[in-house]
């Protein structure tokens, strides 16, 4: 069994920092890549950022850029994003995905297969 679990979110004010943590259970970390995406109410899910498991490459998403660093911990089966100067439209239910074989279109979470359950973040102004 294939499991995925954030941890780290909570309340902060603007301008402060979380980090997310994301551990993976049930395999080795041979996923093609992680990535993080989140869920406001009403909005879509869109992708934050993405980490290459093989050689650590990384993107994220223009509104993150020079905010957010995703990272990997192979040796602990974890992924994490940092996440610094929030801002309230950073709000949102946050998720970790796997990716097993391809990761184009990432910030679409279509080819991630494992999810995990989320963890909220909010942000207060």
């Known amino acids: 069994q294939v499991q995925l679990v954030e941890s780290g979110g909570g309340s902060v004010q603007a301008g402060g920092s979380l980090r997310l943590s994301c551990v993976a259970s049930?395999?080795?970390?041979?996923?093609?890549?992680m990535g993080w995406f989140r869920q406001a109410p009403g909005k879509q899910r869109e992708g934050v950022a993405l980490?290459?498991?093989?050689?650590?490459?990384?993107y994220y998403a223009d509104s993150v850029k020079g905010r957010f660093t995703i990272s990997q911990d192979k040796a602990k089966n974890t992924a994490y994003l940092q996440m610094n100067s929030l801002k309230p439209e950073d709000t949102a239910m946050y998720y970790c995905?796997?990716?097993?074989?391809?990761?184009?279109?990432?910030?679409?979470?279509?080819?991630?297969?494992?999810w995990g359950q989320g963890t909220q973040v909010t942000v207060s102004s």
């Open positions: 980490i290459y498991t093989d050689d650590g490459a990384t």
């Open positions: 049930g395999y080795m970390y041979s996923s093609r890549c």
């Open positions: 995905a796997a990716a097993t074989t391809w990761c184009g279109s990432w910030d679409t979470g279509e080819h991630f297969t494992y």
